[in-house]
Protein backbone atom coordinates (compact mmCIF):
# COMPACT_ATOMS: atom_id res chain seq x y z
CA UNK A 1 0.00 0.00 0.00
CA UNK A 2 1.34 3.52 -1.24
CA UNK A 3 0.13 6.87 -0.06
CA UNK A 4 0.88 10.43 0.68
CA UNK A 5 -0.57 13.13 3.32
CA UNK A 6 -0.22 16.99 3.62
CA UNK A 7 1.55 18.81 6.23
CA UNK A 8 1.24 22.52 6.46
CA UNK A 9 0.69 22.32 2.49
CA UNK A 10 3.83 19.60 1.87
CA UNK A 11 2.84 16.46 0.57
CA UNK A 12 5.30 13.88 1.22
CA UNK A 13 4.57 9.99 -0.37
CA UNK A 14 5.53 7.46 1.77
CA UNK A 15 5.33 3.80 0.86
CA UNK A 16 3.94 1.40 4.01
CA UNK A 17 3.96 -1.80 1.93
CA UNK A 18 7.87 -2.25 1.01
CA UNK A 19 8.77 -4.34 3.82
CA UNK A 20 5.98 -6.72 3.74
CA UNK A 21 5.78 -7.58 7.39
CA UNK A 22 2.30 -6.18 8.24
CA UNK A 23 0.94 -2.59 7.90
CA UNK A 24 2.46 -1.31 11.16
CA UNK A 25 6.27 -2.48 10.81
CA UNK A 26 5.86 -0.82 7.12
CA UNK A 27 4.25 2.51 8.12
CA UNK A 28 7.34 2.70 11.21
CA UNK A 29 10.20 2.00 8.50
CA UNK A 30 8.97 4.18 6.00
CA UNK A 31 8.35 6.75 8.59
CA UNK A 32 12.20 6.04 9.52
CA UNK A 33 13.58 6.63 6.15
CA UNK A 34 11.58 9.56 5.48
CA UNK A 35 13.26 11.27 8.89
CA UNK A 36 16.45 9.54 7.92
CA UNK A 37 16.83 10.74 4.28
CA UNK A 38 16.02 14.25 5.20
CA UNK A 39 12.17 13.96 3.53
CA UNK A 40 11.06 15.31 7.15
CA UNK A 41 13.06 17.56 8.42
CA UNK A 42 13.83 17.93 12.31
CA UNK A 43 10.65 19.96 14.28
CA UNK A 44 8.39 18.98 11.37
CA UNK A 45 4.39 18.31 12.75
CA UNK A 46 3.31 15.30 11.26
CA UNK A 47 -0.10 14.70 11.12
CA UNK A 48 -2.69 13.45 14.03
CA UNK A 49 -2.62 9.74 13.65
CA UNK A 50 -6.49 9.91 12.95
CA UNK A 51 -5.75 12.37 10.08
CA UNK A 52 -3.15 9.86 8.86
CA UNK A 53 -5.40 6.84 9.17
CA UNK A 54 -8.11 8.27 6.96
CA UNK A 55 -5.32 9.47 4.39
CA UNK A 56 -3.71 5.80 4.13
CA UNK A 57 -6.87 4.29 4.52
CA UNK A 58 -5.54 2.03 7.88
CA UNK A 59 -6.95 1.76 11.41
CA UNK A 60 -5.65 4.85 13.94
CA UNK A 61 -4.13 2.05 16.25
CA UNK A 62 -1.64 0.96 13.68
CA UNK A 63 -0.93 4.77 13.14
CA UNK A 64 -0.75 5.49 16.90
CA UNK A 65 1.62 2.48 17.29
CA UNK A 66 3.62 3.34 15.04
CA UNK A 67 4.36 6.86 16.44
CA UNK A 68 4.75 5.01 19.35
CA UNK A 69 7.53 2.86 18.14
CA UNK A 70 9.42 5.89 16.70
CA UNK A 71 8.72 8.23 19.92
CA UNK A 72 10.73 5.39 21.94
CA UNK A 73 13.71 4.72 19.43
CA UNK A 74 14.41 8.68 19.55
CA UNK A 75 12.74 9.30 16.11
CA UNK A 76 9.79 11.52 17.11
CA UNK A 77 9.05 13.08 19.92
CA UNK A 78 5.06 13.62 21.32
CA UNK A 79 4.24 16.60 23.74
CA UNK A 80 0.76 17.19 24.81
CA UNK A 81 -0.96 20.29 23.09
CA UNK A 82 2.28 20.24 20.64
CA UNK A 83 1.75 17.29 19.23
CA UNK A 84 3.80 14.53 17.10
CA UNK A 85 6.96 16.34 15.71
CA UNK A 86 10.43 15.12 14.27
CA UNK A 87 12.92 15.07 16.84
CA UNK A 88 15.37 16.91 16.75
CA UNK A 89 19.13 15.33 15.17
CA UNK A 90 22.71 15.92 14.75
CA UNK A 91 23.30 15.97 11.46
CA UNK A 92 27.03 15.16 10.56
CA UNK A 93 28.85 17.61 8.20
CA UNK A 94 31.25 16.39 5.15
CA UNK A 95 34.23 17.41 5.94
CA UNK A 96 36.02 20.24 3.86
CA UNK A 97 37.99 19.37 1.29
CA UNK A 98 41.90 19.75 2.54
CA UNK A 99 42.23 22.83 -0.16
CA UNK A 100 39.35 24.20 -1.16
CA UNK A 101 39.88 26.23 -4.52
CA UNK A 102 39.08 29.84 -3.73
CA UNK A 103 36.29 31.27 -6.46
CA UNK A 104 37.09 34.27 -8.89
CA UNK A 105 35.95 37.57 -7.46
CA UNK A 106 33.84 39.36 -9.58
CA UNK A 107 33.58 42.64 -10.27
CA UNK A 108 32.87 45.05 -8.06
CA UNK A 109 31.00 47.15 -10.83
CA UNK A 110 29.21 46.39 -13.95
CA UNK A 111 29.70 49.10 -16.64
CA UNK A 112 28.78 46.79 -19.60
CA UNK A 113 26.32 48.62 -21.48
CA UNK A 114 22.76 47.38 -22.02
CA UNK A 115 21.31 47.72 -18.59
CA UNK A 116 19.85 50.31 -16.89
CA UNK A 117 19.79 50.78 -13.22
CA UNK A 118 17.63 48.42 -11.60
CA UNK A 119 17.44 49.74 -8.21
CA UNK A 120 15.41 53.00 -9.50
CA UNK A 121 12.84 50.36 -10.51
CA UNK A 122 9.06 52.53 -9.29
CA UNK A 123 8.42 49.31 -7.42
CA UNK A 124 5.66 51.55 -5.58
CA UNK A 125 4.51 52.34 -8.97
CA UNK A 126 4.32 49.21 -10.31
CA UNK A 127 2.63 47.73 -7.30
CA UNK A 128 -0.61 50.51 -7.34
CA UNK A 129 -0.75 49.67 -11.12
CA UNK A 130 -0.72 45.95 -10.86
CA UNK A 131 -3.83 46.08 -7.81
CA UNK A 132 -5.61 48.42 -10.01
CA UNK A 133 -4.90 46.22 -13.23
CA UNK A 134 -5.70 43.00 -11.63
CA UNK A 135 -9.10 44.38 -9.93
CA UNK A 136 -9.98 45.56 -13.30
CA UNK A 137 -8.84 42.41 -15.21
CA UNK A 138 -11.77 40.42 -16.77
CA UNK A 139 -11.85 36.54 -15.94
CA UNK A 140 -11.40 35.60 -19.50
CA UNK A 141 -7.68 37.74 -19.41
CA UNK A 142 -6.33 34.74 -16.62
CA UNK A 143 -7.01 32.39 -20.34
CA UNK A 144 -4.53 31.40 -23.21
CA UNK A 145 -6.05 34.67 -24.82
CA UNK A 146 -4.80 36.23 -28.19
CA UNK A 147 -1.17 34.98 -29.43
CA UNK A 148 -0.51 39.13 -30.27
CA UNK A 149 -1.24 40.09 -26.15
CA UNK A 150 -4.02 41.85 -24.52
CA UNK A 151 -5.54 44.20 -26.42
CA UNK A 152 -4.79 46.73 -23.35
CA UNK A 153 -1.88 46.66 -23.80
CA UNK A 154 -2.02 46.73 -27.27
CA UNK A 155 -3.92 49.92 -27.27
CA UNK A 156 -1.98 51.35 -24.70
CA UNK A 157 1.35 51.58 -26.64
CA UNK A 158 0.11 52.12 -29.82
CA UNK A 159 -1.28 55.51 -28.22
CA UNK A 160 2.21 56.00 -26.54
CA UNK A 161 4.41 54.71 -29.58
CA UNK A 162 2.54 56.93 -31.48
CA UNK A 163 2.98 60.43 -29.32
CA UNK A 164 6.74 59.62 -28.03
CA UNK A 165 8.26 57.88 -31.07
CA UNK A 166 6.42 58.56 -34.10
CA UNK A 167 5.21 55.57 -34.43
CA UNK A 168 1.94 54.77 -36.76
CA UNK A 169 0.68 52.10 -35.25
CA UNK A 170 -2.82 49.98 -35.57
CA UNK A 171 -3.20 47.97 -32.02
CA UNK A 172 -4.31 44.99 -34.94
CA UNK A 173 -1.03 45.12 -36.19
CA UNK A 174 0.84 44.86 -32.70
CA UNK A 175 2.46 42.20 -31.42
CA UNK A 176 3.27 41.42 -27.59
CA UNK A 177 6.55 39.49 -27.55
CA UNK A 178 9.41 38.35 -24.52
CA UNK A 179 11.82 41.10 -25.47
CA UNK A 180 13.99 41.63 -28.77
CA UNK A 181 15.62 38.66 -29.16
CA UNK A 182 12.36 36.83 -29.15
CA UNK A 183 11.30 39.09 -31.65
CA UNK A 184 13.89 38.66 -33.68
CA UNK A 185 13.52 34.97 -33.58
CA UNK A 186 10.01 35.53 -35.22
CA UNK A 187 11.35 37.67 -37.96
CA UNK A 188 14.15 35.10 -38.98
CA UNK A 189 11.59 32.25 -39.09
CA UNK A 190 9.34 34.29 -41.45
CA UNK A 191 12.10 35.88 -43.59
CA UNK A 192 13.30 32.29 -43.96
CA UNK A 193 10.04 31.16 -45.33
CA UNK A 194 10.10 33.80 -47.16
CA UNK A 195 12.96 33.06 -49.25
CA UNK A 196 15.73 35.47 -47.90
CA UNK A 197 18.63 33.70 -47.98
CA UNK A 198 20.57 37.02 -46.11
CA UNK A 199 20.29 39.48 -43.50
CA UNK A 200 22.59 43.05 -43.29
CA UNK A 201 23.25 43.96 -40.02
CA UNK A 202 25.16 47.03 -39.14
CA UNK A 203 29.06 46.66 -38.84
CA UNK A 204 28.83 47.20 -35.39
CA UNK A 205 26.10 45.46 -33.00
CA UNK A 206 25.41 42.75 -30.72
CA UNK A 207 27.15 38.82 -31.12
CA UNK A 208 24.33 37.46 -29.95
CA UNK A 209 21.87 39.15 -32.36
CA UNK A 210 24.09 37.86 -35.39
CA UNK A 211 23.81 34.48 -33.73
CA UNK A 212 20.20 33.79 -34.23
CA UNK A 213 20.22 35.61 -37.34
CA UNK A 214 22.35 32.55 -38.30
CA UNK A 215 20.46 30.34 -35.89
CA UNK A 216 17.19 31.01 -38.17
CA UNK A 217 19.60 30.02 -41.18
CA UNK A 218 20.06 33.95 -42.41
CA UNK A 219 23.75 34.44 -43.05
CA UNK A 220 24.47 38.04 -41.05
CA UNK A 221 26.03 40.37 -43.84
CA UNK A 222 27.84 43.90 -42.27
CA UNK A 223 26.97 47.44 -43.94
CA UNK A 224 29.64 49.55 -44.49
CA UNK A 225 30.37 52.19 -41.76
CA UNK A 226 31.97 55.23 -41.84
CA UNK A 227 32.68 58.31 -39.76
CA UNK A 228 28.75 59.23 -40.20
CA UNK A 229 27.44 56.08 -39.23
CA UNK A 230 25.76 53.37 -41.27
CA UNK A 231 26.56 53.48 -44.54
CA UNK A 232 22.66 52.07 -46.58
CA UNK A 233 23.57 53.42 -50.39
CA UNK A 234 24.92 50.12 -51.55
CA UNK A 235 22.03 47.20 -50.12
CA UNK A 236 21.59 45.59 -53.70
CA UNK A 237 18.78 44.60 -55.86
CA UNK A 238 16.31 41.56 -54.95
CA UNK A 239 17.30 37.74 -54.82
CA UNK A 240 21.03 36.67 -54.80
CA UNK A 241 21.75 40.68 -55.36
CA UNK A 242 20.66 41.44 -51.95
CA UNK A 243 19.49 40.70 -48.42
CA UNK A 244 16.06 39.80 -47.77
CA UNK A 245 16.47 42.19 -44.71
CA UNK A 246 18.51 45.03 -43.31
CA UNK A 247 18.54 45.16 -39.11
CA UNK A 248 19.26 48.53 -37.96
CA UNK A 249 19.51 50.99 -34.53
CA UNK A 250 18.61 54.41 -36.35
CA UNK A 251 17.62 56.12 -33.23
CA UNK A 252 20.87 55.45 -31.27
CA UNK A 253 23.49 53.31 -33.39
CA UNK A 254 24.96 50.63 -30.89
CA UNK A 255 27.09 51.28 -29.26
CA UNK A 256 28.70 53.72 -31.73
CA UNK A 257 25.87 56.67 -30.59
CA UNK A 258 25.17 58.19 -34.17
CA UNK A 259 21.85 58.33 -35.20
CA UNK A 260 21.23 57.00 -39.14
CA UNK A 261 21.29 60.67 -41.02
CA UNK A 262 17.93 61.78 -43.30
CA UNK A 263 19.44 61.17 -46.42
CA UNK A 264 20.83 57.37 -45.10
CA UNK A 265 17.04 57.29 -43.83
CA UNK A 266 15.32 57.85 -47.56
CA UNK A 267 18.01 55.48 -49.02
CA UNK A 268 17.19 52.48 -47.14
CA UNK A 269 13.54 53.06 -47.06
CA UNK A 270 13.47 53.64 -50.77
CA UNK A 271 15.61 49.61 -50.92
CA UNK A 272 12.70 48.26 -49.28
CA UNK A 273 10.06 49.65 -51.34
CA UNK A 274 11.79 49.12 -54.62
CA UNK A 275 12.69 45.55 -53.61
CA UNK A 276 10.42 44.37 -51.22
CA UNK A 277 12.68 43.80 -48.22
CA UNK A 278 12.17 44.33 -44.44
CA UNK A 279 13.45 46.97 -42.35
CA UNK A 280 14.07 45.37 -38.92
CA UNK A 281 14.28 48.79 -36.66
CA UNK A 282 15.65 48.43 -33.16
CA UNK A 283 14.42 51.43 -30.98
CA UNK A 284 16.60 49.97 -28.31
CA UNK A 285 17.01 53.54 -25.98
CA UNK A 286 15.12 56.30 -28.37
CA UNK A 287 13.08 57.35 -25.16
CA UNK A 288 16.57 58.45 -23.69
CA UNK A 289 17.80 61.74 -25.17
CA UNK A 290 19.90 64.90 -23.78
CA UNK A 291 21.36 67.74 -26.06
CA UNK A 292 19.47 67.19 -29.31
CA UNK A 293 15.99 66.47 -30.51
CA UNK A 294 13.96 63.50 -30.44
CA UNK A 295 15.12 61.43 -33.66
CA UNK A 296 11.61 60.22 -34.70
CA UNK A 297 11.39 56.31 -35.29
CA UNK A 298 12.16 55.10 -38.77
CA UNK A 299 9.12 53.35 -39.13
CA UNK A 300 7.19 56.65 -39.34
CA UNK A 301 8.47 56.92 -43.04
CA UNK A 302 6.83 53.47 -43.93
CA UNK A 303 4.73 51.45 -41.84
CA UNK A 304 4.52 48.99 -44.85
CA UNK A 305 8.32 48.60 -45.03
CA UNK A 306 9.44 48.36 -41.41
CA UNK A 307 8.91 46.61 -38.39
CA UNK A 308 9.60 48.06 -34.97
CA UNK A 309 11.22 46.48 -31.99
CA UNK A 310 10.65 48.14 -28.87
CA UNK A 311 11.04 46.63 -25.49
CA UNK A 312 10.52 47.79 -21.20
CA UNK A 313 13.72 46.30 -21.02
CA UNK A 314 16.05 49.87 -20.76
CA UNK A 315 13.04 52.21 -19.76
CA UNK A 316 11.92 49.42 -16.86
CA UNK A 317 13.78 46.20 -16.65
CA UNK A 318 14.47 43.78 -18.98
CA UNK A 319 13.78 41.16 -16.21
CA UNK A 320 9.85 42.08 -16.90
CA UNK A 321 10.24 40.37 -20.46
CA UNK A 322 8.04 42.46 -22.48
CA UNK A 323 8.53 43.72 -25.77
CA UNK A 324 6.64 44.83 -28.88
CA UNK A 325 6.70 44.51 -32.73
CA UNK A 326 4.74 47.06 -34.65
CA UNK A 327 3.80 44.93 -37.85
CA UNK A 328 3.36 46.05 -41.61
CA UNK A 329 -0.11 44.50 -42.27
CA UNK A 330 1.10 41.80 -44.37
CA UNK A 331 3.45 40.53 -42.27
CA UNK A 332 1.22 40.31 -39.29
CA UNK A 333 -0.23 37.45 -40.05
CA UNK A 334 2.67 35.31 -40.86
CA UNK A 335 4.35 36.88 -37.56
CA UNK A 336 1.66 35.91 -35.01
CA UNK A 337 1.27 32.70 -36.71
CA UNK A 338 5.10 31.81 -35.70
CA UNK A 339 4.48 33.54 -32.37
CA UNK A 340 1.35 30.75 -32.31
CA UNK A 341 3.25 27.99 -32.76
CA UNK A 342 5.93 28.19 -30.10
CA UNK A 343 5.19 30.61 -27.45
CA UNK A 344 1.31 31.33 -27.37
CA UNK A 345 1.11 34.12 -25.02
CA UNK A 346 3.00 36.16 -22.68
CA UNK A 347 2.69 36.46 -18.73
CA UNK A 348 -1.31 38.17 -19.12
CA UNK A 349 -0.97 40.28 -15.22
CA UNK A 350 2.68 41.79 -16.51
CA UNK A 351 0.76 43.15 -19.46
CA UNK A 352 -2.12 44.59 -17.98
CA UNK A 353 -0.06 46.04 -15.33
CA UNK A 354 2.25 47.49 -18.36
CA UNK A 355 -1.07 49.16 -19.81
CA UNK A 356 -2.09 50.46 -17.10
CA UNK A 357 1.16 51.97 -15.85
CA UNK A 358 1.23 53.55 -19.22
CA UNK A 359 -2.23 54.84 -19.17
CA UNK A 360 -1.64 56.52 -15.83
CA UNK A 361 1.05 58.79 -16.93
CA UNK A 362 3.64 56.53 -14.53
CA UNK A 363 5.52 55.11 -17.53
CA UNK A 364 6.49 58.88 -19.06
CA UNK A 365 6.73 60.43 -15.03
CA UNK A 366 9.63 57.10 -14.84
CA UNK A 367 11.02 57.79 -18.13
CA UNK A 368 11.22 61.72 -17.34
CA UNK A 369 13.15 60.78 -13.80
CA UNK A 370 15.02 58.16 -15.44
CA UNK A 371 16.30 60.83 -18.29
CA UNK A 372 17.41 63.00 -15.87
CA UNK A 373 19.24 60.86 -14.01
CA UNK A 374 21.35 59.64 -16.56
CA UNK A 375 22.26 62.92 -17.83
CA UNK A 376 23.67 63.68 -14.55
CA UNK A 377 25.86 60.75 -14.70
CA UNK A 378 26.92 61.52 -18.43
CA UNK A 379 27.71 64.82 -17.31
CA UNK A 380 30.17 63.67 -14.22
CA UNK A 381 31.63 61.24 -17.24
CA UNK A 382 32.68 63.64 -19.39
CA UNK A 383 34.13 66.27 -16.51
CA UNK A 384 35.99 63.34 -14.62
CA UNK A 385 37.70 62.43 -18.11
CA UNK A 386 38.54 66.27 -18.62
CA UNK A 387 40.10 66.26 -15.70
CA UNK A 388 41.61 62.79 -15.23
CA UNK A 389 41.94 61.28 -18.37
CA UNK A 390 42.11 64.07 -21.25
CA UNK A 391 43.76 61.53 -23.34
CA UNK A 392 40.18 59.94 -24.02
CA UNK A 393 37.03 61.18 -25.87
CA UNK A 394 33.58 60.41 -24.89
CA UNK A 395 31.49 60.10 -27.83
CA UNK A 396 27.90 59.01 -29.12
CA UNK A 397 26.48 60.18 -25.45
CA UNK A 398 23.50 63.24 -26.82
CA UNK A 399 21.48 60.01 -25.72
CA UNK A 400 21.48 56.52 -24.27
CA UNK A 401 23.15 55.36 -21.55
CA UNK A 402 26.40 54.70 -22.68
CA UNK A 403 29.58 56.21 -24.36
CA UNK A 404 32.33 55.13 -26.27
CA UNK A 405 36.00 56.47 -25.07
CA UNK A 406 37.96 56.68 -27.65
CA UNK A 407 41.20 55.87 -26.42
CA UNK A 408 44.68 56.38 -27.98
CA UNK A 409 45.98 54.04 -30.68
CA UNK A 410 46.67 50.84 -29.27
CA UNK A 411 46.07 50.94 -25.39
CA UNK A 412 42.54 49.06 -25.94
CA UNK A 413 43.49 45.19 -24.65
CA UNK A 414 45.65 47.71 -21.69
CA UNK A 415 42.56 49.52 -20.29
CA UNK A 416 40.54 46.37 -20.71
CA UNK A 417 43.32 44.52 -18.19
CA UNK A 418 43.35 47.44 -16.20
CA UNK A 419 39.27 48.10 -15.88
CA UNK A 420 39.40 44.44 -15.01
CA UNK A 421 42.16 44.60 -12.25
CA UNK A 422 40.02 47.35 -11.09
CA UNK A 423 36.96 45.44 -10.41
CA UNK A 424 35.19 46.65 -13.53
CA UNK A 425 33.16 44.64 -15.69
CA UNK A 426 33.91 46.86 -19.23
CA UNK A 427 34.39 45.54 -22.97
CA UNK A 428 36.40 47.13 -25.53
CA UNK A 429 34.76 48.09 -28.77
CA UNK A 430 36.23 45.19 -31.10
CA UNK A 431 34.08 43.04 -28.64
CA UNK A 432 30.88 44.07 -30.79
CA UNK A 433 32.57 44.73 -34.52
CA UNK A 434 31.15 41.85 -36.59
CA UNK A 435 34.03 39.69 -37.65
CA UNK A 436 33.25 40.35 -41.18
CA UNK A 437 33.24 43.99 -41.81
CA UNK A 438 35.81 45.91 -43.17
CA UNK A 439 36.66 48.94 -40.16
CA UNK A 440 39.81 50.60 -39.97
CA UNK A 441 41.46 50.46 -36.51
CA UNK A 442 39.75 52.11 -33.57
CA UNK A 443 40.68 51.95 -29.89
CA UNK A 444 37.63 52.15 -27.37
CA UNK A 445 36.14 51.56 -24.09
CA UNK A 446 32.31 50.96 -24.43
CA UNK A 447 31.29 52.12 -21.07
CA UNK A 448 27.72 51.85 -20.38
CA UNK A 449 26.95 54.36 -17.22
CA UNK A 450 23.16 52.89 -16.47
CA UNK A 451 23.91 49.97 -14.57
CA UNK A 452 25.37 51.50 -11.18
CA UNK A 453 23.05 52.54 -8.33
CA UNK A 454 22.58 56.29 -7.55
CA UNK A 455 25.03 54.78 -4.51
CA UNK A 456 27.49 52.98 -6.53
CA UNK A 457 27.90 55.27 -9.60
CA UNK A 458 30.59 57.44 -7.83
CA UNK A 459 32.90 54.28 -6.55
CA UNK A 460 32.38 53.37 -10.54
CA UNK A 461 33.76 56.86 -12.29
CA UNK A 462 36.62 56.88 -8.95
CA UNK A 463 37.90 53.50 -10.61
CA UNK A 464 36.89 53.85 -14.32
CA UNK A 465 39.04 57.13 -13.94
CA UNK A 466 42.34 55.47 -12.47
CA UNK A 467 42.05 52.21 -14.85
CA UNK A 468 41.96 55.09 -18.64
CA UNK A 469 45.59 56.21 -19.75
Same mark, same amino acid.
Given at each position: ???????????????????????? &????????? =???????????????????????? *??????????????????????????????? &??????????????????????????????? +? $?????????????????????? !??????????????????????????????? *?????????????? !????????????????????????? *??????????????????????????????? !?????????? $??????????? &???????????????????????????????????????????? $?????????????????????????????????????? !??????????????????????????????????????????????????????????? &???????? +???? =?? =??????????????????????????????????????????????????
Amino acid at each position: MAGSWATFGVDLHVDVARTGSGLR &RGLTDALRE =AVRGGRLAPGVRLPSSRSLAADLG *IARNTVADAYADLVAEGWLTARQGSGTRVAQ &RDVPVPAAPARRPRSPRGPAYDLVPGTPDLA +S $FPRAEWLKAYRRALTAAPNDAL !GYGDPRGRVELRTALAGYLARARGVRADPEH *ILICSGFVHGLILL !GEVLRRRGARTLAVESYGLDVHWDL *IERAGLASVPLPFDELGTRTDDLGGTGDDGP !GGVLLTPAHQ $FPMGVPLRPER &RAAVVDWARRTGGLILEDDYDGEFRYDRQPVGALQGLDPDRVVY $FGTASKALAPGLRLGWLVLPPDVAPEVMAAKGGADWSC !GVLDQLTLAEFITSGAYDRHVRASRLRYRRRRDQLVTALAARAPSVTATGIAAGFHAVL &RLPPGTEQ +SVVR =AA =AWHGLAAHGLTRYRHPAATLPPTDALVVGYGTPSDSGWPGALERLCAALP
